[in-house]
């Protein structure tokens, strides 16, 4: 396994692998690895010659408020893991590296990311865009695996893609939980016990909208109102928000259809988390 961190050099890599005919697998992260980051190694390493992850924390997506000074890093712990899943080149560049100091192109998305997370975070999706055609620039991936978890960003990415003619192939990787229930985030490590705890409130919520919905609810105002009765006896949990939309478009719905996406954002502390899940009637 080799690591990367001139930008440069990542292409010629890619560059000399595409022209002798292998096909490149990537896994984007910000690092801090979990088992949800190792499911999406493991997804890709059956699907190429050459597997690469990045490892960035990208400074665009962050705003002004936000943690990214506190984000947790751990590379020494990254790369053993890496070399746990086979992956063949760690991409690990400076912020410096990777954008200049005049920077002034960005890639905007338009559709979809004005609603849930983009609602709450300005501008975050601008740089998650930004950095990924940044990224499959310098990669050259046949594909890339992208968590679930992470819906609208999915999303998002899939519609970049497809409007600017990426010759990427986005791979969807299933949400990972831990046996509790609560999907895995490299922000969980923020929670104190008790919020840990709480913050089962959301897999809950989700639960309990999918079993109303199998026994026959469709409205989307009475399945809401459960979700925002639950998660508010919970102590500390503040909601930023609970949508239904179509899974496509993001667009709200107020009857429950087939593939509705379920997403929601709630705060704990200063610990925001996300969780969702696909409703099929």
Not at 199 to 219: E, M, P, Q
Request: net charge negative.
């Amino acid at each position: 396994m080799k690591t990367i961190k001139s930008p440069d050099e990542m292409q010629r890599v890619a560059l000399d692998l595409k022209r002798a005919g292998k096909t490149i697998g990537f896994v984007p992260t910000m690092g801090f690895l979990h088992e949800g980051h190792l499911s999406l190694m493991k997804l890709a390493r059956t699907r190429c010659d050459v597997l690469v992850v990045s490892i960035f924390v990208n400074p665009t997506q962050f705003g002004p408020a936000e943690d990214l000074d506190a984000y947790p890093r751990d590379f020494e712990r990254d790369e053993f893991l890496c070399a746990q899943q086979g992956v063949d080149l760690i991409f690990y560049p400076e912020p410096g590296a990777m954008y200049s100091a005049d920077s002034s192109v960005w890639v905007d998305e338009e559709a979809l990311s004005g609603v849930l997370c983009g609602a709450s975070r300005p501008g975050h999706f601008r740089g998650v865009c930004t950095v990924v055609a940044k990224l499959f620039n310098l990669v050259q991936p046949d594909l890339a695996v992208f968590g679930e978890k992470d819906a609208q960003q999915l999303r998002v990415i899939e519609r970049m893609v497809r409007d600017l003619n990426f010759p990427v192939e986005i791979v969807r990787g299933p949400i990972v939980r831990e046996p509790d229930g609560l999907a895995m985030s490299s922000r969980n490590k923020y929670l104190s016990e008790e919020q840990r705890r709480h913050a089962l409130c959301l897999r809950r919520s989700l639960d309990l909208i999918t079993s109303s919905v199998s026994k026959g609810t469709r409205n989307v105002s009475s399945l809401r109102k459960s979700m925002v009765d639950l998660i508010g006896e919970i102590p500390g949990a503040e909601i930023d928000y609970i949508e239904f939309v179509a899974d496509d478009s993001l667009k709200p719905v107020l009857e429950v259809a087939d593939r509705t996406l379920v997403a929601l954002a709630v705060k704990f502390g200063k610990t925001r988390l996300i969780d969702n899940t696909v409703l099929v009637v």
